[in-house]
């Protein structure tokens, strides 16, 4: 058999190298077809897809690290704001040659004898009219409810909250609280161990201070280093401004309210000058009548004419406050908004329960300290919205009877 055909059959030519452009020009795509979506689709779209994706990410895992570390935030914060109130204090010891660690010891030694000597002189006299308010108040509820419902013909009822006020039984609840002392302890030792962590932590934000700031500003170029240093001054200052200006107005005006209170005989004299000395001045825009409403009514229980002294001496004491008091001590402090002030109150209720309410308005000053700052403002345009209109004032005219002819 010869075998000359199947060696010389034919071999299919291999396919050379075709580029992209060759393909195209031999097969030339429809007119009519509709272009492909990457066709039309504008290249940022793709990148601002992943990153708006990836913020709501960073967001939600943001929310959920929060809330994981909400009590050492909280412990840090309160640290953060110790340390700028005690640093103008460290840095006059320092000053004058003392080590700043040792400065930094005898300052928060200090500051501890105080509060403990508060605490172990006035907390037994506060504790005991606190405790007599708590004993007393469904009687004095049923005293305010007949006097109201007799005087101004109302149907006013606090059977309800004195029934649920009295089922629960605060004395026996004490007296549970006392036997139960591992739960006791256990929440001491929690108290104490929270109480220690801020210490420490204050302590070396005052102590290494200027290392802590030194290692910051070493990560920013020189120009940025001078921004940072500005605004750490002015916290220091505005915290440590609001510390001192608040604690001595509230001082100030517990003492007054205090002795006022004595002087009259009203029930609850000293918590309730303590009560007015505090939430007169840690909470804004209501805190004045929150404050004073409640001395008033107490004294209005036992006597109409001392609610009404009270409530005198409330008016004129608020007038000297703002007038005499306050422009002198709060001069370096940073004014803020009402609307502002107690929106910020709430913030941080919310955030961080009753220390957030406290940290809330220094925190809202040195904000804004920092933004008038580095924020330049412009001229407002003139129009109908931003327009304050001022309405003159004309003397009044006085007629006799000889002029009306009477």
Known sequence: MDDAGT????????????????????????????????????????????????????LYVLRWLVGELQGFLLILLVSLFLSFAFEPAVDRLSRRGMRRGLATGLVMAMAAVALVAFLGLLGQALFTQVSEFAAD?????????????????????????????????????????????LDLGVTAVGVLFQLFTIALFTFYMVADGPRLRRTVLSFLPPARQARVVEGWELAIEKT?????????????????????????????????????????????????????????????????????????????????????????????????HPAVAFGTVLVGSALFGGIGALLALPAAAVIQAIGSTYFARHEVIDADLTRQVTVPTRPRQVRSRRSTGR
């Open 7 to 58: 060696d010389d059959a034919p071999t299919e030519p291999q396919p050379a190298d075709v580029t992209v452009d060759e393909v195209s020009a031999e097969f030339p795509s429809d007119p009519n077809r509709p272009p492909a979506v990457r066709d039309t689709m504008p290249a940022w779209v793709p990148r601002a897809i992943f990153l708006f994706l990836g913020g709501v990410t960073g």
């Open 137 to 181: 108040l469904p009687k004095r509820l049923e005293r305010i409810e007949t006097t109201v419902n007799e005087r101004f013909d109302t149907n006013l009822d606090f059977d309800e909250f004195i029934d649920s006020y009295r089922e629960r039984d605060l004395s026996g609840s004490a007296s549970k609280l006392a036997e139960n002392a």
């Open 240 to 336: 440590g401004g609001y510390i001192y200006s608040r604690g001595l107005l509230a001082a100030l005006s517990a003492v007054a309210t205090t002795i006022v209170l004595w002087a009259l005989g009203v029930p609850y004299w000293f918590a309730l000058g303590i009560w007015t000395g505090l939430i007169s001045q840690f909470i804004p825009t209501i805190g004045t009548y929150l404050a004073g409403a409640v001395p008033v009514l107490i004294a209005l229980l036992e006597d109409p004419m001392d609610a009404l002294i009270v409530l005198v001496f409330m008016v004129v004491y608020q007038q000297i406050e703002n007038y005499v008091f306050a422009p002198k001590i709060t001069a370096r402090t940073m004014d803020l």
